[in-house]
């Protein structure tokens, strides 16, 4: 009998052993496998069952969250959501996050290690702290210049503090109310497919996620290297270049929109927007040296994150001369968001150092800690100090007497350039409508603003579209309402 009961109690304590192991094994290795399983909806609803952090916009939220007294309790809610949108994202309880809704996600959750009391406090207790708080660069009275300035046509428009970097707007029209998506069932189904299916594409992030040929506006990256490789020692002399331009190796002759472009002065190619000039430099000053200058700029860059990430603008590394003489005037390949854009405006405006460009000032607990900041840092020495007041002086000349009258501002320096640039088959597309620029308080030390801004679907004739006539004005709108920030915070 004491045999008997010995073995009994020997197997219990195997199998006591086992189960000891099983549950182990489950907690300790299978633990992330399990959590993250599709099937496990505790992930989902612990994870929508307390309040989601805001993003704010020069202090003030500009996200919230609604009870819905659901399993999947807290839906996230939007103050003037289009407006923000390219900023923001969605948070959809369906579709998931984008933006900075998804570049910040494990804070606005409360999931980042950060906000916990204490180290690997979240790992221990399997919980989340309440959601922080992500402060953006953005202005909000620059973002609605930005907005009503495009109007609901196709077109985007980004603007940086050059001495810093910090976006101060980014727009993409037309917009969306990413309050559409946050929640679950038919009429978010519904509102996703026809924001997916539509036309326009609404949700496409143009500022960052779209690349667009530069035309014109690249021209002030091709004087940059004409002046800084020494082929053009001064802006006002005449150049070699004749006109007719044809092409190297083809019979193709480039065209010009203006006349006076014959052997032109850099100067004059740049305020009244020679294409025979500027293209010519770019074969002159050669592969080699264009794609450092261009890189120098960002172009070709494949790791640009603010933090969401950016789309790479394209300059290519291979090319006949036929082709960079196009490229050199923002045709042929070449591609740019309009956030690489507003880069080659700041680096010129900057005295030639460019900024590493960054959306999010600060993040902070729930109860406003400063959980971490982003900190101001040089992407690039782009050119010499010397090339980029020559740089500055023409983009001013651009404005004061040339192709971009219309970005002029009382009281402040404006530096600009159009850009009118073709695509489609045989360029039978509506022509984009670029400007770049800058633009400086009088009496100011540095430039208050560098902007781009890309208008895909002017509502004009062909022959009135213009980076001049359609860009210019949104960008002035924008500069202005810097020079306004700027003023009251003095």
């Known amino acids: 009998m004491i045999r008997q009961i010995r073995h009994t109690t020997v197997f219990c304590l195997l199998l006591l052993v086992a189960l000891f192991v099983n549950a182990g094994r489950i907690q300790v290795i299978e633990a992330d496998t399990l959590d993250n399983n599709s099937a496990n909806r505790r992930q989902t609803v612990a994870r929508f069952e307390q309040r989601r952090g805001n993003i704010l916009v020069d202090g003030r939220a500009v996200t919230g969250s609604k009870d819905t007294g659901e399993q999947l309790r807290f839906e996230r809610t939007y103050t003037d959501g289009p407006l923000y949108a390219p900023v923001t994202g969605y948070a959809s309880q369906t579709y998931g996050t984008t933006l900075l809704e998804n570049a910040e996600d494990n804070l606005l959750t409360g999931t980042n290690p950060l906000l916990a009391p204490l180290p690997f406090w979240n790992d221990v207790t399997r919980g989340r702290q309440p959601g922080g708080r992500v402060a953006t660069t953005v202005r909000a009275s620059m973002q609605r210049a930005a907005f009503d300035g495009l109007a609901g046509r196709r077109g985007a428009v980004a603007a940086i503090q050059p001495a810093s970097g910090r976006i101060l707007a980014l727009v993409s029209s037309p917009s969306y109310s990413p309050e559409q998506l946050s929640g679950t069932g038919p009429a978010v189904t519904d509102a996703w497919t026809a924001l997916t299916g539509a036309e326009a594409q609404p949700m496409l992030n143009r500022a960052i996620r779209q690349t667009y040929p530069p035309g014109s506006a690249f021209k002030i990256v091709t004087a940059a290297a004409a002046l800084d490789s020494g082929v053009v020692s001064d802006v006002d002399a005449p150049t070699s270049v004749p006109d007719p331009y044809v092409l190297p190796g083809t019979t193709t002759t480039l065209p010009n929109e203006v006349d006076g472009c014959d052997r032109a002065s850099l100067a004059f190619a ?221």
């Not at 305020?271 to 080699?288: E, I, P, Q, R, Y």
């Not at 860059?301 to 006949?320: E, K, L, Q």
């Not at 960079?324 to 405006?345: C, E, H, K, N, Y």
């Not at 002086?393 to 651009?398: E, G, N, P």
């Open 270 to 490: 740049i305020t009244f927007s020679c294409n025979s000039v500027m293209a010519g430099l770019g074969v002159k000053v050669g592969m080699d040296r264009m794609l450092d200058t261009v890189e120098k700029f960002g172009f070709n860059d494949t790791g640009i994150r603010i933090p969401s990430g950016v789309a790479v603008s394209n300059f290519d590394s291979h090319m006949t001369d036929d082709q960079l003489a196009l490229s050199s005037i923002g045709q042929f390949d070449t591609r740019a968001t309009p956030l690489q854009m507003a880069m080659v405006a700041s680096a010129v405006a900057n005295g030639g150092e460019l900024r590493r460009p960054y959306l999010v000032d600060r993040t902070t607990s729930a109860h406003g800690k400063t959980v971490s900041r982003t900190a101001e840092r040089t992407y690039r020495k782009v050119m010499d100090g010397s090339t980029a007041r020559q740089v500055r002086r023409l983009m001013v000349d651009v404005v004061e007497e040339g192709t971009g009258t219309n970005a002029g501002i009382d009281g402040a320096t404006v530096g600009g350039k159009t850009g009118t640039a073709q695509h489609g088959i045989g360029n039978a597309g509506v022509p984009y409508a670029w400007f770049i620029a800058w633009a400086r308080a009088d009496g100011a030390g540095e430039p208050a603003v560098a902007v781009a801004v890309v208008v895909e679907d002017a509502e004009a004739d062909r022959s009135d579209i213009s980076g001049g006539g359609d860009a210019a004005p949104i960008a002035r709108a924008v500069m202005e309402a810097a020079l306004e920030e700027e003023a009251s915070e003095e």
